[in-house]
């Protein structure tokens, strides 16, 4: 079993940052990719940014100049969110994919969402 905990969503003003953070645990053999979607209400889930084991990133391009993913291990990925925006409003989600021996498959697997609130 694979849990992804998400935690720093919250309230903010326009124009201010966050920073959100999310840990994964449970029977983890290796992960390869951890990274954030979000869904806003009415919305598709989108993706925001995702960052591999080796450090490559990929953003959203509402995501680029604003939004900085880091890892500081194996198992922990952040979110630092500048310059944000109402259109920012979404339930963010932390994602990963994760294989659990060695050999076997990677499987994806989803944080139970936190809300981030920008007011204008």
């Known amino acids: 079993q694979v849990q992804l905990v998400e935690y720093g969503g919250g309230l903010v003003q326009a124009g201010e940052s966050l920073r959100l953070s999310c840990a994964a645990s449970?029977?983890?053999?290796?992960?390869?990719?951890m990274g954030w979607y979000r869904q806003a209400p009415g919305e598709r889930r989108e993706l925001v940014a995702t960052m591999t084991s080796d450090a490559s990133t990929n953003y959203a391009d509402f995501a680029k100049g604003r939004f900085t993913i880091s890892r500081d291990n194996a198992k922990n990925v952040y979110l630092e969110m500048n310059s944000m925006k109402s259109e920012d409003t979404a339930v963010y989600y932390c994602?990963?994919?994760?294989?659990?021996?060695?050999?076997?498959?990677?499987?994806?697997?989803w944080g139970q969402g936190t809300q981030v609130t920008v007011s204008s």
């Open positions: 994602y990963a994919i994760v294989s659990l021996s060695l050999g076997s498959n990677y499987y994806q697997y």
């Open positions: 449970g029977s983890i053999f290796s992960i390869n990719t």
